[in-house]
């Protein structure tokens, strides 16, 4: 929601919003190589820190604004 690039473990939660290159970088917990080469990736790669902040911004705004889950809610009621 903040429009920055993320890193995320792969673990409950954040698989359920986080999907790996697409929106966010995810790791294995406990894995500090692998969270090491995600944000040596991010740092070196300027076109996919902007691609996955865009793409998560994208998702929060649609799925996660009050709007969309006032939505969703009384579409649940209907």
Do not use: F
């Amino acid at each position: 929601a903040s429009g920055l690039p993320v890193i995320g473990g792969r673990a409950v939660g954040a698989v359920d919003c986080l999907r790996d290159g697409e929106n966010g970088l995810l790791v294995a917990p406990g894995d500090v190589d692998a969270l090491a080469g995600a944000m040596a990736r991010l740092a070196d790669d300027a076109a996919l820190r902007a691609r996955l902040a865009e793409s998560a911004l994208d998702e929060v705004r649609a799925t996660y604004a009050w709007p969309a889950v006032v939505r969703q809610i009384v579409g649940e009621y209907r």
